[in-house]
């Protein structure tokens, strides 16, 4: 059971992963898919993003002093700071600040929100267990992997707010769009979500007889049941909005619902992994 500084570390992770990638998404779906009326919703997340990475930043002082009297600490926050973790920080304060500063900006600012979007995405990158392998590759591979992640977490809200709001030609639209991107980066989420969990595993027993292989498993089960419940939708729901059937709007907006819990669920489960477990040695 992890101590009151673990348990702390894990939470601000889940807000700082909820933060990063529905804010991001967001505003990778607005540049792609023309939406509108989102901007205020982007901008909470990143304020979200943004004050969980801080409180990451200071509890990692309090992890350094095992009290709470390391998060006002300069010298341990210093020392934290000179290490990959307060380069981290940089790039998420700057990235988060940059896209909460463009979103009102128009278009030019929504491209200046779409660039803090990717430095933010790119910091984790920067810490975590993949940077211990010290390969570039793997890197620009998790940054797709997160990129794909956040332009599903970011479609989730738009689409489910014009099927709550009764606009069926416009919500059939934009699910049929998203479901033909969808069918490009589903693969590549499958695809690169398997590399790096053999890189990071490395055998079936670490995999089955390991605590964080054991949560890495979960992982894997509910981005299986976030795929189902998209796959739903665009062989069911979205043809049926097409063709006028009532209820599907409903139906569709219950189902996105669905989609939320389950992206909770893995981004929980991403927090324990990279915040309470260890990698298998």
């Given at each position: 059971?992890?101590?009151?500084?673990?348990?702390?570390?894990?939470?601000?992770?889940?807000?700082?992963?909820?933060?990063?990638?529905?804010?991001?998404?967001?505003?990778?779906?607005?540049?792609?898919?023309?939406?509108?009326?989102?901007?205020?919703?982007?901008?909470?997340?990143?304020?979200?993003?943004?004050?969980?990475?801080?409180?990451?930043?200071?509890?990692?002082?309090?992890?350094?002093?095992?009290?709470?009297?390391?998060?006002?600490?300069?010298?341990?926050?210093?020392?934290?700071?000179?290490?990959?973790?307060?380069?981290?920080?940089?790039?998420?304060?700057?990235?988060?600040?940059?896209?909460?500063?463009?979103?009102?900006?128009?278009?030019?600012?929504?491209?200046?929100?779409?660039?803090?979007?990717?430095?933010?995405?790119?910091?984790?990158?920067?810490?975590?267990?993949?940077?211990?392998?010290?390969?570039?590759?793997?890197?620009?591979?998790?940054?797709?992997?997160?990129?794909?992640?956040?332009?599903?977490?970011?479609?989730?809200?738009?689409?489910?707010?014009?099927?709550?709001?009764?606009?069926?030609?416009?919500?059939?639209?934009?699910?049929?769009?998203?479901?033909?991107?969808?069918?490009?980066?589903?693969?590549?989420?499958?695809?690169m979500g398997l590399v790096m969990s053999y890189i990071l595993v490395g055998s079936i027993n670490a995999l089955l007889g390991t605590g964080y292989g054991q949560a890495l498993i979960v992982k894997v089960l509910l981005v299986g049941v976030l795929l189902s419940l998209a796959a739903l939708n665009k062989v069911r729901f979205v043809p049926k909005l097409m063709a006028g059937e009532a209820q599907a709007s409903e139906h569709l907006s219950r189902s996105i619902s669905f989609e939320w819990?389950?992206?909770?669920?893995?981004?929980?489960?991403?927090?324990?992994?990279?915040?309470?477990?260890?990698?298998?040695?």
């Amino acid at each position: 059971m992890p101590d009151i500084w673990g348990l702390a570390a894990m939470a601000t992770k889940f807000l700082l992963y909820l933060g990063v990638l529905t804010s991001a998404g967001t505003v990778f779906a607005v540049i792609m898919f023309k939406i509108s009326g989102v901007r205020a919703f982007a901008s909470i997340f990143a304020a979200v993003g943004l004050v969980a990475a801080v409180l990451g930043f200071l509890l990692g002082g309090a992890a350094l002093t095992g009290d709470a009297s390391g998060m006002t600490d300069p010298e341990m926050l210093g020392l934290l700071w000179a290490t990959p973790v307060g380069t981290a920080l940089a790039y998420r304060f700057v990235g988060l600040a940059l896209l909460i500063v463009g979103l009102p900006l128009g278009h030019p600012g929504l491209w200046a929100s779409a660039l803090g979007g990717l430095l933010a995405l790119w910091s984790f990158a920067i810490v975590g267990h993949i940077p211990d392998r010290e390969l570039l590759w793997l890197d620009a591979l998790l940054l797709i992997h997160l990129i794909a992640m956040a332009m599903w977490v970011g479609i989730l809200t738009p689409l489910r707010r014009l099927a709550n709001v009764g606009a069926t030609s416009e919500t059939a639209d934009l699910g049929q769009r998203f479901g033909r991107l969808a069918m490009l980066f589903v693969p590549l989420l499958i695809l690169m979500g398997l590399v790096m969990s053999y890189i990071l595993v490395g055998s079936i027993n670490a995999l089955l007889g390991t605590g964080y292989g054991q949560a890495l498993i979960v992982k894997v089960l509910l981005v299986g049941v976030l795929l189902s419940l998209a796959a739903l939708n665009k062989v069911r729901f979205v043809p049926k909005l097409m063709a006028g059937e009532a209820q599907a709007s409903e139906h569709l907006s219950r189902s996105i619902s669905f989609e939320w819990i389950a992206v909770v669920a893995i981004l929980l489960t991403t927090a324990i992994l990279t915040s309470v477990l260890t990698l298998p040695s």
